[in-house]
Nanobody
Framework: QVRLVESGGGSAQAGGSLRLSCATS????????LGWFRQAPGKGREGVAF????????VYAESVKGRFTLSLDSAKDILFLQMDSLKVEDTAMYYC??????????????????WGQGIQVTVSE
């Protein structure tokens, strides 16, 4: 059974940094898409950053390019999202998600097979 467990997050001031972690387990294959969605109050779930493990490529939402960095510790099966230059509009619940195929050009929530429980990120002025 695939399991995704998020940690990190919390509160930061605008311009600050936070790091999210997603510990993965239970998926025995090398081909998958793994990344983060976020959902702000009253809004839909938005893709943030994703890694295609077979192609070893990473895609970012335009809103986070140059500020967020996705990385994978393959030995420990932990995905990290380093969030720098945080903005108030980054405030949301962040979800780690995995799709048991490759990443689509624009990953959509409905395509993902496994989800973490979500973790709150709050950025204040």
């Amino acid at each position: 059974q695939v399991r995704l467990v998020e940690s990190g997050g919390g509160s930061a001031q605008a311009g600050g940094s936070l790091r999210l972690s997603c510990a993965t387990s239970g998926y025995p294959y090398t081909g998958y898409c793994l990344g983060w969605f976020r959902q702000a109050p009253g809004k839909g779930r938005e893709g943030v950053a994703f890694r295609d493990n077979r192609l070893e490529t990473t895609v970012y939402a335009e809103s986070v390019k140059g500020r967020f960095t996705l990385s994978l510790d393959s030995a420990k099966d932990i995905l990290f999202l380093q969030m720098d230059s945080l903005k108030v509009e980054d405030t949301a619940m962040y979800y780690c998600a995995q799709e048991f195929r490759g990443c689509a050009d624009e990953p959509r929530p409905a395509e993902f097979d496994a989800w973490g429980q979500g973790i709150q990120v709050t950025v204040s002025e």
